[in-house]
């Protein structure tokens, strides 16, 4: 596989190494592609491991603010990219409702674990609600 002029790894495609770089918007528009191909084999699986997330794992500081298995969460912590240097950036991305998905949010904080940045995640969802 090759993007932005790079020929990209398998080991890269796990997250090993910073060979692989996707903008926010292909990060997102890949989680949407997996809601619309729910029905494919091993998609399922997936998503029902996000919705776990949202209600038990690392995403559950987003769950109250998408309904907890309304909503799925992925988390992720990865080597910090800013200057100072933190020990990690904490990702999440937030999805609900899971079954017509409404609101796709992607988020990254400065030195946190992606658990703390799924309750980042929930706080800004539950602004934009007006809750």
Do not use: F, W
């Not at 309904?67 to 912590?77: D, E, P, S």
């Amino acid at each position: 596989m090759t993007t932005y002029g790079a020929t990209i790894t398998p080991r890269a495609m796990v997250g090993l190494g910073d060979g692989l770089r996707l903008a926010p918007t292909q990060v997102a528009g890949a989680y949407v592609e997996l809601i619309a191909r729910a029905s494919q084999p091993g998609v399922s699986l997936i998503l029902q491991g996000m919705k776990a997330s949202a209600r038990t794992g690392t995403g559950r500081a987003a769950g109250p603010a998408v309904g907890g298995a309304g909503g799925l969460v992925k988390t992720g912590t990865a080597p910090c990219v800013h200057s100072p240097a933190a020990g990690g950036d904490g990702y999440a991305i937030v999805i609900y409702p899971a079954d017509r998905p409404r609101v796709v949010l992607l988020v990254q904080a400065h030195g946190r674990t992606g658990a703390e940045t799924a309750g980042i995640a929930g706080n800004v969802i539950t602004a934009l609600d007006g809750r």
